[in-house]
């Protein structure tokens, strides 16, 4: 299994020079299996680049799964290539809601004024469907979804291959809202289970410790909580994601040696932490 990033920004893009070796596309990663099965995590304005990079070898049946449904998290759906081609197959895999269905939450976003297009209209197949309570299956995966801590309905993910190396995205959340992570007992850590003894984990780290304290309750981690959440769940990789948008490279560059730093004072090696970077390939056994 490896995965491709295609945008880790939070909250809005960032475009410019100063955001070029992170990216400034919103959230949006590309896993691919041994067999060539793909599946697309969230929607963020980064999967248009994906779009046009999956143009060259159309797949069949495309399934895209989102945390949430923060516009960060699905403004790209409508510039998604394969959206506009009669001959894609395309779910969309979210969190149920007692409020709406999926398909009309979604529109909401897919509907005028916003977009001149409305869901109806889009040439492609397209089906909506709430994530399973239990586990199930897209190709050669298994694949595990449970609520997190965020604001309004969230999911993350747990990604389990054939060969059964694992990731679990869980890219917008609060995991020490309401405890101090390294005490606490475990059950009580929103997405523990999900993400206890994954092969690589993908979890926010949108802000500073000094930044966090201002932000309680936004539904976002410190790069300190979001290392210590990984330390109790045994995480074996972790990969930062959501990156503050008016953090420059600089800027994470910074966060990135603080963070290493970090996991190394909590016992991991300093190699096995990372930022995301836009463009950047991470297999889960080539190491």
């Known amino acids: 299994m490896k995965l491709k990033v295609w945008g880790a920004r939070g909250s809005v ?15 949006c990663v ?8 793909k599946l697309i995590l969230d929607a963020g304005t980064g999967i248009r680049n994906l779009g046009v990079a999956l143009a060259a070898s159309p797949m069949p049946k495309i399934n895209i799964l989102l945390t949430h449904l923060h516009l ?3 403004q790209g759906l409508m510039f998604f290539p394969p959206c506009f081609r009669a001959e894609s197959e395309i779910t969309i895999w979210g969190p149920a809601s ?3 269905s999926l398909e009309d939450r979604i529109a909401r976003y897919i509907s005028a004024p916003l977009s001149p297009v409305e869901v109806r209209e889009l040439p492609c197949e397209v089906s909506f469907r709430d994530t399973p309570v239990t586990e199930w299956e897209i190709g050669s995966a298994t694949i595990r979804a449970e609520a997190v801590t965020h604001r309004g309905p969230t999911l993350g993910y747990r990604i389990t291959d054939a060969g059964g190396e694992s990731l679990c995205y869980i890219p917008d959340h609060e995991p020490a809202l309401g405890g101090e992570l390294d005490t606490v007992d475990t059950e009580w850590i929103s997405g523990h289970n999900l993400a206890h ?3 690589l984990l993908i979890h926010d780290g949108q802000f500073t410790d000094d930044e966090y304290a201002a932000h309680l309750g936004w539904g976002h981690s410190s790069v300190s909580d979001a290392l210590t959440f990984a330390r109790r769940t045994s995480a074996d990789r972790v990969v930062l994601f959501h990156h503050e948008p008016t953090r420059d490279d600089a800027g994470l560059d910074a966060l990135e040696t603080s963070a290493r730093d970090c996991w190394e004072s ?9 930022l995301a970077r836009e463009g950047r390939t991470v297999h889960l056994v080539d190491r």
Request: net charge negative; aromatic share 4%; hydrophobic share 25%.
């Open 30 to 37: 590309e896993v691919t299996f041994s067999d060539g099965e």
């Open 13 to 27: 893009p960032a475009p410019g020079p100063e955001m070029n070796r992170y990216g400034g596309n919103t959230s």
């Open 266 to 274: 909590l016992g991991g090696a300093a190699g096995d932490v990372e």
């Open 72 to 74: 960060d998290h699905i």
């Open 98 to 100: 007692p409020e709406a």
């Open 197 to 199: 003894g994954t092969s």
